[in-house]
């Protein structure tokens, strides 16, 4: 039996099946509660900015909810994505799921008002950290062990990770950590994104 064109899925298969008997009972895919700004701000001050993988955290927080994407785009961004503006960040993602084409797009980030979740100035000091280790090119968010080596990229779960060992923190409800609800809501990218204030 072929796919369905519009579903990738098969037009008897059990998955549609579940997914409409959920509709008619009334019942919707759960969504979680995006983190606040002040959530935010909170997990910031959990990180040590004087430390590498302090540094690399706020980067990976504030810069994920000014872009309002993706962990799997955050984690693909590599140094030459990013260019530094007048006018804050230009980044180029480079492939979404509305994207099937790969042709990308460019996203301006202005600057913050507060120095902690101003995107621009969090991406200036971990690139010069990251010049600082012999690293100019690649992956922008990377691995980094307990003794401060850098490695070559990060993956997905480990942004998810960024944010769930912190139950504690106000104002971010536990259902709500997610990579996905921390970096923004779930949404292709778009011309402008926007800076944490």
Known sequence: ?????????RPGSPRRGHRRARAAGGRRARQATPVTIDALRRMIDASDPDTVIGSRDRVALV????????????????????????DGLKVLIRASKTDQDARGAIIAVPPGQHPDTDPV??????????????????????????????GASLSADAVSDLVRPQ?????????ARTARTACGPVAPPRPTGGAPR
């Open 63 to 86: 810069l994920g909810l000014a872009l309002m994407g993706r962990r799997s785009q955050l984690v693909a961004l590599e140094l030459a994505d990013l260019t530094e503006t007048p």
């Open 121 to 150: 100035r969090l991406v200036h000091a971990w690139r010069a950290r990251l010049t600082q280790h012999g690293i100019t090119e690649g992956r922008l968010l990377r691995s980094v062990t307990r003794h401060g080596r850098l």
């Open 1 to 9: 039996m072929p796919l369905s064109p519009v579903t990738g899925s």
């Open 167 to 175: 139950p504690s923190v106000p104002g971010c409800p536990t259902r």
